[in-house]
């Protein structure tokens, strides 16, 4: 049983996608970012970064519970704990790190920021909210080219679709403009939220 420490973001949701996909039994504790329940000690004992998601993973080898955090570190330790969504072999694993990485590097920091100063920011930016988009458009730019190539953006389906997957599609709710004439990512952004695994990770946790 994995003990999953998560709130209705895209970061949460990649690990609960990975957990559904991977097929593993897992218990959702809701950690409420609104009201600062990720600053409670018992919270920051398991990730003292005090952020979501965090899993405790009881069913290790040396059979004493094992606490990670970092979305992108989570979604690794199960790929490699179960043997999937992770190729073994060397070019294969390379392409899937990479673009997981251009995931925690680029499109979520990039796309967080634009949905803060054109949404949420108390005072308009013009200046930041223009940077932000300008990028943010790039990097959907980038991933279209890439899927240009293939169904999925390391070959095969894979932690880096996971990772990918809440961000794009949550910022094309808001940002469409960003997508215009980016067919190639439209149609993996279908491709990837009609996997049932997908649309149940996406529903994770369900708040009231």
Request: no cysteine; charged share 20%; aromatic share 10%.
């Amino acid at each position: 049983m994995i003990d999953l420490y998560t709130f209705a973001t895209p970061n949460g949701q990649k690990v609960s996608i990975a957990l559904e996909e991977l097929g593993l039994q897992y218990k959702t504790h809701v950690v409420d970012i609104t009201k600062g329940e990720q600053f409670k000690p018992e919270f920051l004992d398991i990730n003292p970064n005090n952020k979501i998601p965090a899993i405790v993973d009881h069913a290790t080898q040396d059979h004493r519970p094992l606490k990670v955090f970092e979305s992108g570190a989570i979604l690794i330790y199960l790929a490699e704990k179960t043997g999937q969504l992770l190729p073994s072999n060397q070019r294969g694993r390379a392409e899937v790190m990479e673009w997981l990485m251009f995931q925690m590097g680029g499109v979520g920091p990039m796309f967080g920021q634009l949905n803060h100063f054109a949404r949420f920011a108390p005072k308009k930016v013009p200046y930041g909210i223009e940077r932000y988009h300008a990028e943010s458009r790039r990097l959907v730019g980038v991933l279209d080219g890439k899927l240009g190539s293939g169904d999925y953006v390391a070959g095969r389906y894979s932690i880096a679709d996971i990772a990918l997957y809440p961000w794009v599609a949550g910022t094309r709710a808001y940002f469409p403009e960003l997508f215009r004439g980016s067919s190639n990512v439209v149609q993996w952004l279908h491709r990837v939220g009609s996997r049932p695994a997908v649309e149940r990770g996406m529903k994770v946790p369900q708040l009231k």
